[in-house]
């Protein structure tokens, strides 16, 4: 890709008043300056909006729209990517930010004409913005793996931040745009599976994004967007042409069985926020229905660790980072 390609970040945003400031301010600290932002405000009923217009800069644009919930998610992306005048596509949630040399270190990875899809490593933050890890675990793995082996792990778990993710927008558009599942909400894992067939992902082995984990964010949906991603990896795997399904590796079976591992997961990580944000009775809940799970015992260790900690009120932040989401080998 020759010259300064042009950069278009997606930004839906909802009731972000606490973030949307930093968002925005990570944006502009860019060392990449070929760039422009498209702030999609989902009706949100605080100050985000306020907040969003009060930068005087071009390549900001914000727009508001009636709330269309998180099952309007597709429609809000492809709003903003239907706007968008950039060859490359990039994504930053409300709620999430980027380190200065973000586009500068990923923007080149596209000279390569063949690669389709780009990201790499996160750090998971709190409300206050510290860091509680970086991820995802195994990136060494995924860094030297080739393309079956990239998308056998893709079929197997979603891997790709979302906050760290550039696409070809030719690409995305080939394929539709972004893509909902009638299993989840989301609209990152499905459009994933659907670019990682029409070329390479690449993995930059740095720092893209920050991931901002709030309660608000995954009490009521984790579970459900999560065992919605895996449902999903099914029904693309059954759609997939056959010789490329059996160069992955895979079966239905072994598909199903990792769905079950995936709400589990998903149920201990519910738990863990809420331990983190003090919400004791909700982290007693979702830690006692790990248990109750024939889970590895790895899982079922951390969650009766995190359901004594409830039981006591401790708010323990080393704990918490020993309890970064575990990961099942396949």
């Not at 306020?50 to 727009?63: P, S, T, V």
């Not at 729209?65 to 903003?80: C, F, K, P």
């Not at 459900?224 to 042409?241: E, N, V, Y």
């Not at 589990?264 to 982290?283: C, Q, V």
């Amino acid at each position: 890709m020759e010259g300064h390609p042009l950069v278009s970040i997606i930004t839906p945003t909802y009731n972000h008043e606490r973030f949307i400031g930093q968002c925005i301010q990570s944006v502009l600290a860019q060392t990449y300056p070929h760039w422009e932002q498209i702030i999609v405000d989902d009706g949100s009923t605080d100050g985000t909006g306020e907040l969003a217009g009060q930068y005087d800069d071009k390549r900001i644009r914000y727009i508001r729209q009636d709330n269309m919930g998180i099952w309007g998610l597709s429609e809000t992306y492809n709003r903003a990517l239907q706007l968008s005048q950039g060859e490359l596509i990039a994504v930053l949630e409300g709620d999430d930010f980027w380190p200065p040399g973000k586009l500068e270190k990923q923007v080149p990875v596209f000279d390569n004409e063949d690669v389709i899809l780009s990201w790499g490593k996160v750090a998971t933050v709190n409300t206050k913005g510290k860091t509680l890890g970086i991820g995802p675990k195994g990136f060494k793995r995924l860094e030297n793996a080739n393309y079956m082996e990239m998308l056998r792990s893709l079929l197997i778990e979603d891997f790709i931040p979302a906050c760290t993710a550039m696409c070809r927008k030719s690409a995305l558009l080939s394929v539709g745009g972004f893509k909902r599942s009638e299993h989840t909400p989301s609209v990152d894992y499905p459009t994933w599976l659907e670019l990682s067939l029409l070329g390479e992902l690449s993995v930059v082995d740095e720092v893209l994004g920050y991931w901002r984990c709030h309660e608000q964010q995954v009490s009521s949906t984790m579970v459900m967007q999560i065992a919605g991603a895996s449902k999903h990896s099914m029904d693309f795997f059954r759609s997939m042409p056959r010789e490329l399904a059996t160069g992955v590796g895979l079966t239905l079976d072994e598909l199903l069985a990792n769905h079950q591992r995936q709400v589990t997961i998903a149920t201990f990580h519910t738990g863990r926020i809420a331990l983190i944000s003090g919400n004791w009775d909700k982290a007693k809940e979702e830690f006692g229905k790990v248990l109750s799970t024939e889970s590895p015992s790895s899982i079922r260790l951390r969650a009766l660790v995190g359901l004594v900690c409830a039981y006591c009120r401790l708010d323990l932040e080393w704990i918490a980072k020993i309890m970064r989401r575990p990961r099942f080998k396949f």
